[in-house]
């Protein structure tokens, strides 16, 4: 009877999975989200459609830094090209985006001003230097009441090649994709920071372009992959200010992987 009551409850599952239509709608400046975006329609079926704007941008770091501020600054945000998809057709959209000025990037501001997201069902996906994840679906759900933005996935630039196996859990734990995943535990308790931990951190951050603070406790799990770590850290805003944020860092299972930070959580 288990057995049968099991089976019917992973038929329907599957039923349900195939009567959703999904579609993959993404904005990609330099090409790392369009990677995201194709691997997540490679894994899920969905359609795929990508958001161009009438007057592209550079795709250099610094002009796209002054145009985006100028935009922001005039509220005057880009004009898009129009889609030729219809997102009335669908019920799940994966809306993906390069995170800029700790949120979605500016063309995603002019898309959610043409298009009725209404009743949709609305899964983040972004590419960053360090996070962005967390604020980003907040805006979404700010900028989106009637819609439902649901957990999404993010993924450092730096780590793009490891979307593909993070995608494949993700899309497996929240239904999106047949199959099942063990669930990974959750981490220990935040302790001091040993000498060795502060080490594991200095390796993975140290090298990105701007200071990320010093951590003062870590919380760790044990995962198939190896070990994941989960920094609370101690530093300084954008404004100067003390803040503190949450690190997240990764070290593989094999004798010669390195730590890894796989985002910031601000």
């Given at each position: 009877?288990k057995?049968?009551?099991?089976?019917?409850?992973?038929?329907?599952?599957?039923?349900?999975?195939?009567?959703?239509?999904?579609?993959?709608?993404?904005?990609?400046?330099?090409?790392?989200?369009?990677?995201?975006?194709?691997?997540?329609?490679?894994?899920?079926?969905?359609?795929m459609?990508?958001?161009?704007?009438?007057?592209?941008?550079?795709?250099?770091?610094?002009?796209?830094?002054?145009?985006?501020?100028?935009?922001?600054?005039?509220?005057?945000?880009?004009?898009?090209?129009?889609?030729?998809?219809?997102?009335a057709?669908?019920?799940?959209?994966?809306?993906?985006?390069?995170?800029?000025?700790?949120?979605?990037?500016?063309?995603?501001?002019?898309?959610?001003?043409?298009?009725?997201?209404?009743?949709?069902?609305?899964?983040?996906?972004c590419?960053?230097?360090?996070?962005?994840?967390?604020?980003?679906?907040?805006?979404?759900?700010?900028?989106?009441?009637?819609?439902?933005?649901?957990?999404?996935?993010?993924?450092?630039?730096?780590?793009?090649?490891?979307?593909?196996?993070?995608?494949?859990?993700?899309l497996?734990?929240?239904?999106?994709?047949?199959?099942?995943?063990?669930?990974?535990?959750?981490?220990?308790?935040?302790?001091?920071?040993?000498?060795?931990?502060?080490a594991?951190?200095?390796?993975?951050?140290?090298?990105?372009?701007?200071?990320?603070?010093?951590?003062?406790?870590?919380?760790?799990?044990?995962?198939?992959?190896?070990?994941?770590?989960?920094?609370t850290?101690?530093?300084?805003?954008?404004?100067?200010?003390?803040?503190?944020?949450?690190i997240?860092?990764?070290?593989?299972?094999?004798?010669?992987?390195?730590?890894?930070?796989?985002?910031?959580v601000?």
């Amino acid at each position: 009877m288990k057995r049968l009551l099991l089976f019917i409850a992973a038929m329907t599952a599957m039923t349900t999975l195939s009567a959703q239509r999904m579609l993959v709608l993404y904005y990609s400046e330099t090409g790392t989200t369009k990677t995201v975006a194709q691997e997540l329609q490679k894994q899920t079926g969905a359609d795929m459609e990508s958001i161009e704007c009438v007057e592209p941008y550079s795709g250099n770091f610094q002009e796209t830094i002054q145009r985006g501020q100028r935009e922001m600054q005039s509220g005057n945000y880009p004009a898009l090209k129009a889609l030729k998809k219809k997102v009335a057709d669908y019920d799940i959209v994966f809306l993906g985006y390069p995170i800029w000025f700790g949120t979605y990037a500016n063309p995603i501001v002019s898309l959610l001003k043409e298009q009725d997201f209404a009743g949709k069902k609305i899964v983040p996906f972004c590419t960053f230097g360090s996070g962005g994840l967390n604020t980003s679906s907040d805006a979404l759900r700010k900028a989106l009441p009637k819609a439902q933005v649901l957990e999404g996935y993010g993924v450092r630039t730096a780590r793009v090649a490891a979307a593909s196996k993070e995608l494949d859990r993700f899309l497996k734990e929240n239904g999106y994709k047949k199959g099942r995943v063990a669930k990974l535990p959750d981490y220990s308790a935040q302790q001091p920071v040993t000498d060795q931990e502060k080490a594991i951190f200095d390796a993975a951050c140290s090298s990105y372009q701007f200071p990320l603070g010093t951590p003062q406790t870590v919380g760790k799990r044990t995962t198939p992959d190896g070990t994941d770590y989960k920094y609370t850290v101690k530093g300084r805003g954008m404004n100067g200010e003390e803040s503190t944020s949450v690190i997240f860092v990764t070290v593989g299972k094999a004798a010669d992987a390195k730590p890894e930070f796989t985002q910031v959580v601000r």
